[in-house]
C-alpha cells in the first residue's frame, strides 16, 4: 500500500495555490491535512499526477468569529485543524454546535492533522461537518485564477463524495453562520465503534421564543443519504414546552424522521434500522437541543436584565 | 496514460529537513515518501511501526510540533522543518525509560509490542496536556489506538500509572525532547 | 534460598527494548533489501488466461517479474499438506503463485521484486493478467449446495467428512424425556496481528548459506520446508522468528508461499529480497476461521442431564486445506467442554468456498464448539425453568472422575482424557464473582430506570499442551549469564521472562542473569512452534529439565571442587555451598569454568578458578566418556497427551431499548491453568483473548459479497474493538496443578477468547428474552431480531 508517484507543489500564498491548480488542471489534488486523502492514495484508489499542498498557504490556518452585520458566524479557513475548531473557547460559546459535533469526528489524533474545509469539500456522506453546515445554512467560499464564488451547503455537495468545485478552484474558507434568537443544539450519533463513521447521526437546531416554546426545529443527518439530509422537524412539535415536553411530544419529531429519511444498506446495518435510528435519534437530539436553547434562552435573559 | 508519461519515470526528490528527537536529520526523497517510511528507512528510526497505512491503528503515531498525528497519512516533505519526537525520543535524556515507557513496563502495557511506540507517543502527548486523567478519561486517550494483545486493560492502567509518575517527578515535560 | 519468581508477577524481561523503538520486527531488517509485492487476483474464482507484462517493463527500479512457469522444481509444486487425515479425502493446496486457476481473492498470481516496495507497486499496476471467470462458491449454503465447485475435482465441496460416537447418541436422544433442538451460526473472523506476515532472506554465496528472517510461530519448520522446496540442505539454511507483532494463529502455517518466493529470489537474483505484507494483503491473502454453521440437537431428562448430544456441523475450510482439519476436529472434540455428554455424536463436513482459507486462529475451532455446548445448555435450563447454572453444575464431571476418558480421539490424535480440574468450585468462584445471585435484584432495579440488563455464562474446557515435543538448552557462562534457548517463537506472550523465572528458580540464580532467545534455528534445531497454548507447557517444561541437567552437572563439579557429596549442595543467589556450612562456597561463574578444562585465562573468572583446579587423574581423558565440556545442557520435554485448561466466564450486558446497542456493563472470568508461571502475564493472555472474543461477539465479521469480494477489507470497517469497545475484566484463578508436567502448568494462551460469543449471547438473550442462535450480533441485527420477535407475536423464549 504505496502511493502512486506524483509531483508535490507547495504554493506559499492562495494566489500561488489557485495558480497552480489552474495550471495542472483535472490531474490535480488538493493536499490538506490528508486523512481522507491519503488512505485513498496509500489504497491507490486515487492517483492524481499533481498534489498542491496548501498547509503552508499563509493565512489559511484561522478560526475566527466574524460579525459582518448580516449576522456573525464561524469562519475557518482551509488549512485550519479539526482540533482548532473544537477547541476554540469563542467558536464554544456562540456555536457549540461545532464542538459537539467534532467530538465525534473520528478520534483526536485524526482531528490533529484532519482539516474541517477538507472534510466538507471530501463530501463523504457519513461526515459530520457537512451535515453541520448544511443544518446552520453555512457556506464555502471558492477560489480560483478566475475570481473567487461562495457556494452554500446545498449547493456545494452534489452527491457522494462529490461536489461542485472546479479542479481549478481551491475551498479557501468555510462559513458557518451563528443562529439567531434563543437557539440550543445537540449532535447525537451511533456509530458501531467509538469514533467511526456514523450508521445514523442526527444534528438538530431547536430555536424557542420568549414563552421557552419550540418556535422551529431542523434537523441534518449524516449516513442517512447520499448528501446531509435536512429535515423541518418544526410542524410536530411546535408550540410545546422546550424544557418540559414528554418523550412522547419528542417522539412525533422522530417518526417524521423515519418517514421522510430514505437510507441504504451497509454492511453494518440495514436501511430499516437506520430508518428507525434516525426516529430515536431524532427525539433524543431534539429533546435536547430544546433544554439547551432553554438554558440559553435563561442565560441571555439573565445577561440582559 | 502510457509508461512514458508516468511521473515515475523521473520521479523528482526532495530534500527533506527534519528535527527528530533533537537531532537534525535530513533525507532525499520522493514526494510520495510516507513520513513513516521516511522516518523508519530513510532515517533508521524504526520504533515508529506501520500496521494499516489507512489510518486506523494508530501504531504510526508521531508528535510533529507536539501533537500526536498519523505519520502514514502524511508524506515527508509536507514536514520539512519540522520537530518530530517517535518513541525513541519518549525516554529520559540518560536512555533509560521515560514515565510513560516505565508505566508501560510496571503495568504490563504490552504484549507483541507492535502496537506499542503509537501509545506511547500518544499518551506522552495527552498527559502533558491532561496531568490527571480519570479511569474513563485514560481509556478514552487510548481510544484511536489498535491493540490486538492486551484487551486495554493494561493500558488504561499504564495511563494512570505514568500519570503518577510524572506527577511524583515533578510535571515530567521537560523529559521529552523538543 | 534464592528468592523464587515463578508465581511472581515480575515486570517483563523484553519491555525495556521494545518500549524503547529497539524491538527488531521484520521490516525493521534490511533496509537495503529489494522490495518483494504480488499481482494478487481480484476475482473469487477464474482461470488465467494470460499475463502480459509489456507495460511494466520499461518501469525504473524493476528487477524481476516471476509468474508460475518461472518456478522451478518443487518451488512449482502444490505447497504442503501440513497435517494430513484419514477423514481429509480431497486436501487442496495452492501453488506458490497460481498456475492455471484462482480460487480466491487476494491469491498470488505474479510475484514482483523492485528497488523499492513503491516501485514494485508501480510495476503490479502495470501488469495485465487475462482471466476466464468461473462461479463463485461463497458461503456454507452455497458450498453444501454445491450447484458449483470450489476444485472441479472435489465433489460436493466436501473436503473432509469425519463422524465420532461414543454410545448411541441418536437413539438416546429420541429415547430421552426432553429434547432441544438448535441451529446455530458463527461467522468469520480473524487472527489480524498488528503486524502482518513478512520475509527477509538472505543468501550468502560465498558460504552457500541463506538466511531468513519470517514473522512466522514456527520458524524450525519454515526451515525445513524452505529447504526443502529450495532443495538445499537444512544445515544451509538459518531461519530466524525476530520480533513478531502478534500472531494468533495466522503465522503458524508454513510456508506461505511468499516464505517459499522471497528466499529463492534472493538465491535467484543474488540480492537481498524483504516482502512486508501490507494490510489489505493480510486481509486476502491470509487466513481467516470461526464460520460454522451447527445442528444440535439434545435429550435430557427432568433433572437436565444430559442424555444424549447429537451434532452435525459445517465448516467453512475456505479455498485450501493447508493446516488440514484442526480446526473442526478440535470444534467437534472440544465442544464437550466441562460436561459428560451422555451418548455423543458428532459429524462434520468440510467444505471448501472460493475465499480465503481458513486455518487456527486463537481458540481453534473451540469458540464455535462452545458456543454449540453453551446454548444447549441454556436452551435446557429454559426448556425446564431451571437456573443456567444449576444445570450446569448438573452435568460436570466432577473432580474425583478425573481423569476422564471422553472416549474420543483429540486433535493430536491421542485419547480425550482430562487430566484435571474442579468444575464446580470454579463455577462456585464465578457465581461469586460476578454476583450471580444477587442479579435479579440488580435486573428489578435496571428495569424500574427503563434499563435491561442480561447475564449470561459461558464455560470451557481447553486442550493445550498439544506434543509431540519441545527442547531447551541451558548454559552457564562463565561470567555468570546463563544463556536459555528453546526453538518455539515468541510472538508476545513474554517467554523471554517466563522461561527465564524457570530458569532462575530451577538453578539458583538471579532472574536479570538469565538471557532467553527463542525462534532461531542457529539456537536450538528442533521445535515445533507456538500454537494451541503450547509454549508454557512444553518450552517451559522443557527448560526446567534442561535446567535439571545443568544443576545436576553443576553440583557434581562444584563437589568435587568443594570435597563435598553433592547432595548435601545448594545452589542460592548463584554460588553453590554445603547446606548448613557457612564459607564452604563456589560461585556458579566457577564451577563454569571448572567445567571446560580448556581453561585459557580470557577473564578473570577463569584466572580465579585455577585455585579449585584439581591435576587431574593422568590416565583419564580430561572430558570423561559421558561428559562434555562446558556447564551446559540440553532437554527434550514430551508429554504423554495434552493437558486440559478450563475456565468459565460470565458478563453482564445492558441493551439500549431503543437503539438496541449493547454494552458489557461488566465481563468476570474465572480461569484454571495450573501452576501460574507469572500470574500478571497469565491475566495479559486472559485480557486479550477476552477482547478477541469480545471483537468476534459484537464487531468482527469478514462480509463477503456473491461475487467473492471481500468487502470490508481494511480496519476501518472490518471492526476491530478499540480501548472503547472492550469492557474492565475481573479475573479470578483457581490453580489444579496439571499431574502430566513437572511444572504443574497447564496452556493459558487462547482460553480468554473461547467462551466470549457464547457468554455474550446468553447475556443479550437473557436482556431480551429473545432466542440468540449467531453470532456476531450487531445492534441493527437486534433491532431485527426484536422486531421477528414482535411480528411473531408468539411467546418469547
Same mark, same amino acid.
Given at each position: ?14 494566489? !500561488? ?105 471530501? +463530501?463523504?456522506?457519513?461526515? !459530520?461537518?457537512?451535515?453541520?453546515? +448544511? ?75 420568549? !414563552? ?22 418544526? !410542524? ?53 437541543? +430544546? ?15 | ?178 | ?26 521490516? #525493521? ?67 506458490? &503463485? ?27 499496476? =502495470? ?59 458463527? %461467522? =468469520? ?29 514456527? $520458524?524450525?519448520? /519454515? ?36 516464505? /517459499? ?54 465448516? #467453512? ?238 553440583? =557434581? ?84 497427551? $495434552? ?26 472470568? /474465572?480461569?484454571?491453568?495450573?501452576? &501460574? ?39 476501518? #470497517? ?46 443479550? %438473550? ?32
Amino acid at each position: 500500500m504505496k502511493p502512486s508517484a506524483f509531483a508535490y507543489h507547495r504554493p506559499g500564498t492562495v494566489d !500561488e495555490a489557485v495558480a497552480t491548480l489552474a495550471g495542472v488542471g483535472d490531474d490535480g489534488k488538493v493536499l490538506a491535512g490528508g486523512q481522507s486523502l491519503v488512505p485513498m492514495l496509500n489504497m491507490r484508489l486515487a492517483a492524481p499526477a499533481h498534489l498542491v499542498d496548501v498547509n503552508r498557504v499563509d493565512g489559511l490556518d484561522e478560526v475566527r468569529v466574524v460579525d459582518d452585520g448580516a449576522g456573525a458566524s464561524v469562519r475557518v479557513g482551509a488549512a485550519a485543524r479539526h482540533t482548532d475548531v473544537e477547541h476554540d473557547a469563542e467558536v464554544a460559546a456562540v456555536l457549540p454546535l461545532l464542538r459537539q459535533a467534532l467530538e465525534h469526528v473520528a478520534h483526536p489524533t485524526i482531528r490533529n492533522r484532519g482539516t474541517t474545509v477538507g472534510s466538507l469539500v471530501h +463530501a463523504d456522506p457519513a461526515a !459530520e461537518l457537512n451535515a453541520v453546515l +448544511a443544518l446552520l445554512g453555512g457556506s464555502v467560499t471558492l477560489r480560483s485564477t478566475t475570481g473567487s464564488r461562495v457556494v452554500n451547503a446545498s449547493e456545494l455537495v452534489t452527491g457522494p463524495m462529490q461536489t461542485c468545485l472546479r479542479p481549478d478552484e481551491l475551498a479557501t474558507e468555510a462559513a458557518f453562520p451563528v443562529p439567531q434568537g434563543h437557539t440550543g443544539t445537540a449532535w447525537t450519533e451511533v456509530s458501531r465503534r467509538a469514533g467511526d463513521y456514523a450508521v445514523c447521526g442526527v444534528g438538530v437546531l431547536v430555536t424557542v421564543d420568549d !414563552e421557552l416554546r419550540v418556535r422551529s426545529a431542523r434537523a441534518a443527518y449524516v449516513s442517512m443519504g447520499p448528501v446531509p439530509e435536512v429535515l423541518d422537524l418544526t !410542524e410536530p412539535v411546535a408550540g410545546i414546552a422546550a424544557g418540559g415536553a414528554r418523550p412522547d411530544e419528542w417522539a412525533a419529531a422522530g417518526r417524521l424522521a423515519t418517514a421522510r429519511l430514505e437510507p441504504d444498506d451497509d454492511i453494518h446495518a440495514t436501511a430499516a434500522y437506520r430508518g428507525h435510528l434516525a426516529g430515536v435519534l431524532t427525539a433524543r437530539a431534539a429533546r435536547a437541543a +430544546a433544554e439547551r436553547a432553554v438554558a440559553r434562552a435563561g442565560d441571555t435573559t439573565g445577561a440582559s436584565t | 496514460m502510457s509508461i512514458e508519461e508516468h511521473p515515475g519515470r523521473t520521479e523528482t526528490r526532495h530534500d527533506v529537513r527534519v528535527t527528530v528527537n533533537g537531532v537534525p536529520r535530513t533525507a532525499t526523497v520522493p514526494a510520495r515518501r510516507l513520513l513513516s517510511d521516511f522516518l523508519r528507512h530513510d532515517l533508521a528510526l524504526t520504533g515508529t511501526h506501520v500496521g494499516c497505512e489507512h489510518g486506523v491503528c494508530g501504531a504510526c503515531t508521531v508528535l510533529v510540533d507536539g501533537r500526536p498525528i498519523r505519520s502514514c497519512l502524511q508524506f515527508a516533505v509536507m514536514h520539512d522543518g519540522a520537530e518530530i519526537t517517535t518513541v525513541e525520543g519518549c525516554t529520559r535524556p540518560d536512555g533509560e525509560l521515560g514515565p510513560v515507557q516505565r508505566a508501560f513496563r510496571d503495568c504490563h502495557g504490552l504484549q507483541c509490542g507492535f502496537c506499542t511506540p503509537g501509545f506511547v507517543t500518544t499518551i506522552t502527548a495527552y498527559l502533558d496536556e491532561h496531568p490527571r486523567p480519570s479511569a474513563t478519561e485514560a481509556r478514552e486517550a487510548i481510544s484511536g489506538n489498535l491493540c490486538r494483545c492486551t484487551g486495554y486493560q493494561s493500558i488504561v492502567d499504564s495511563v494512570l500509572r505514568a500519570a503518577e509518575i510524572r506527577s511524583d517527578q515533578g510535571d515530567g515535560r521537560g523529559e521529552t525532547p523538543q | 534460598m534464592t528468592t523464587r519468581t515463578v508465581g511472581e508477577p515480575i515486570a517483563r524481561r523484553e519491555d525495556p527494548r521494545l518500549l524503547t523503538g529497539q524491538g527488531r520486527y521484520l521490516d #525493521d531488517i534490511g533496509h537495503d533489501a529489494l522490495a518483494a509485492a504480488f499481482v494478487r487476483s481480484p476475482h473469487a474464482h477464474a482461470r488465467i488466461v494470460d499475463v502480459d507484462v509489456t507495460d511494466a517493463l520499461d518501469v525504473d527500479g524493476l528487477v524481476a517479474i516471476y509468474t508460475h512457469e518461472d518456478l522451478p522444481g518443487r518451488v512449482g509444486e502444490p505447497l504442503p499438506v501440513l497435517i494430513p487425515h484419514a477423514a481429509l479425502t480431497e486436501p487442496r493446496t495452492p501453488y506458490a &503463485l497460481a498456475r492455471d486457476e484462482v480460487n480466491h481473492v487476494g491469491e498470488a498470481v505474479v510475484m514482483v521484486v523492485a528497488t523499492g516496495r513503491d516501485v514494485a507497486e508501480d510495476v503490479c499496476e =502495470r501488469i495485465r493478467v487475462e482471466y476466464d471467470f468461473l462461479p463463485p462458491v461463497v458461503g456454507i449454503e452455497s458450498s453444501r449446495d454445491a450447484a458449483a465447485l470450489v476444485h472441479d475435482d472435489v465433489p460436493g465441496n466436501v473436503s473432509a467428512h469425519l463422524v465420532q460416537e461414543v454410545g448411541d447418541a441418536r437413539a438416546a436422544v429420541d429415547a430421552a424425556p426432553h429434547v432441544v433442538e438448535l441451529d446455530l451460526e458463527i %461467522e =468469520r473472523s480473524a487472527s489480524t496481528p498488528l503486524e502482518g506476515k513478512g520475509v527477509h532472506a538472505r543468501w550468502d554465496a560465498d558460504d552457500r548459506s541463506l538466511r531468513v528472517y519470517t514473522s512466522t510461530q514456527a $520458524s524450525t519448520s /519454515v526451515r525445513a520446508a524452505v529447504a526443502a522446496k529450495l532443495e538445499l540442505p537444512p544445515d544451509r539454511v538459518e531461519v530466524i522468528a525476530p520480533d513478531v507483532g502478534g500472531g494468533f494463529g495466522v503465522k503458524i502455517v508454513h510456508p506461505w508461499p511468499e516464505e /517459499v518466493l522471497v528466499p529463492w529470489a534472493a538465491i535467484r537474483l543474488g540480492r537481498e529480497v524483504k516482502w512486508t505484507e501490507d494490510r489489505r494483503e493480510h486481509f486476502v491473502s491470509a487466513a481467516h476461521e470461526r464460520g460454522q454453521l451447527q445442528h444440535v440437537r439434545a435429550g435430557f431428562d427432568d433433572d437436565g442431564r444430559v442424555l444424549g448430544l447429537d451434532v452435525t456441523f459445517w465448516h #467453512d475450510n475456505g479455498a485450501y486445506t493447508p493446516y488440514g482439519i484442526i480446526v473442526p476436529i478440535v470444534t467437534s472434540t472440544q465442544l464437550l467442554g466441562p460436561y459428560k455428554p451422555g451418548a455423543y455424536r458428532v459429524e462434520f463436513s468440510s467444505l471448501y468456498t472460493n475465499t480465503v482459507t481458513v486455518t487456527p486462529y486463537r481458540g481453534a475451532g473451540r469458540p464455535q464448539g462452545c458456543f454449540a455446548m453453551e446454548r444447549t445448555m441454556d436452551a435446557i435450563a429454559a426448556e425446564l425453568g431451571l437456573d443456567r447454572t444449576v444445570v450446569r453444575e448438573r452435568n460436570f464431571i466432577q473432580p474425583d472422575e478425573m481423569p476422564y476418558d471422553h472416549g474420543l480421539t483429540f486433535q493430536d490424535g491421542r485419547p480425550l482424557i482430562y487430566d484435571s480440574g474442579d468444575f464446580p468450585a470454579t463455577l462456585a468462584k464465578l457465581r461469586k464473582l460476578v454476583g450471580w445471585d444477587e442479579f435479579e435484584t440488580y435486573r428489578d432495579q435496571a428495569r424500574a430506570q427503563g434499563r435491561r440488563v442480561g447475564i449470561g455464562i459461558g464455560c470451557y474446557v481447553e486442550g493445550t499442551g498439544v506434543g509431540p515435543y519441545e527442547g531447551g538448552f541451558v548454559k552457564v557462562e562463565t561470567d555468570g549469564t546463563v544463556v536459555v534457548a528453546t526453538g518455539l517463537t515468541t510472538q508476545g506472550q513474554g517467554h523471554q521472562t517466563v522461561f527465564a523465572q524457570v530458569v532462575a528458580d530451577e538453578l539458583g540464580v538471579g532472574v536479570d542473569r538469565v538471557a532467553v532467545t527463542t525462534g532461531d534455528t542457529r539456537r536450538f534445531g528442533y521445535a515445533v512452534g507456538t500454537f494451541a497454548s503450547r509454549a508454557a507447557v512444553m518450552s517451559g517444561n522443557a527448560v526446567a529439565l534442561a535446567a535439571r541437567r545443568v544443576r545436576e552437572k553443576a553440583l =557434581r563439579v562444584a563437589g568435587e571442587a568443594l570435597e563435598a557429596d553433592p547432595r548435601d549442595l545448594e545452589i542460592v543467589d548463584g554460588e553453590v555451598r554445603v547446606k548448613g556450612t557457612p564459607g564452604a562456597t563456589i560461585p556458579l561463574t566457577t564451577v563454569a569454568v571448572l567445567s571446560n578444562p580448556l581453561r585459557y585465562a580470557f577473564d578473570a573468572e577463569t584466572e580465579r578458578a585455577t585455585q579449585f583446579a584439581s591435576p587431574g587423574d593422568p590416565d583419564q581423558p580430561p572430558v570423561a566418556d559421558d561428559d562434555e565440556p562446558g556447564l551446559q545442557g540440553t532437554d527434550y520435554y514430551s508429554p504423554p497427551r $495434552s493437558t486440559f485448561a478450563n475456565g468459565m466466564h460470565a458478563a453482564i450486558v445492558e441493551t439500549d431499548p431503543e437503539t438496541a446497542e449493547i454494552s458489557i456493563l461488566r465481563y468476570c472470568v /474465572v480461569h484454571d491453568c495450573g501452576t &501460574l508461571l507469572n500470574p500478571r502475564l497469565v491475566e495479559g493472555q486472559i485480557h486479550g483473548g477476552v477482547a478477541q472474543g469480545v471483537g468476534g461477539a459484537l464487531y468482527e465479521r469478514m462480509v463477503y459479497d456473491d461475487a467473492g469480494q471481500l468487502v470490508n477489507a481494511s480496519f476501518m #470497517d472490518f471492526l476491530m474493538p478499540y480501548a472503547t469497545e472492550v469492557p474492565a475484566i475481573e479475573i479470578d484463578h483457581l490453580q489444579t496443578p496439571s499431574p502430566l508436567n513437572p511444572l504443574g502448568v497447564k496452556g493459558a494462551g487462547e482460553a480468554g477468547v473461547i467462551p466470549v460469543s457464547a457468554v455474550l449471547a446468553a447475556a443479550i %438473550e437473557d436482556a431480551e428474552g429473545i432466542r440468540v442462535t449467531r453470532m456476531p450480533m450487531s445492534p441493527s441485527e437486534l433491532h431485527h431480531l426484536r422486531e421477528r420477535s414482535t411480528n411473531e407475536e408468539g411467546p418469547r423464549r
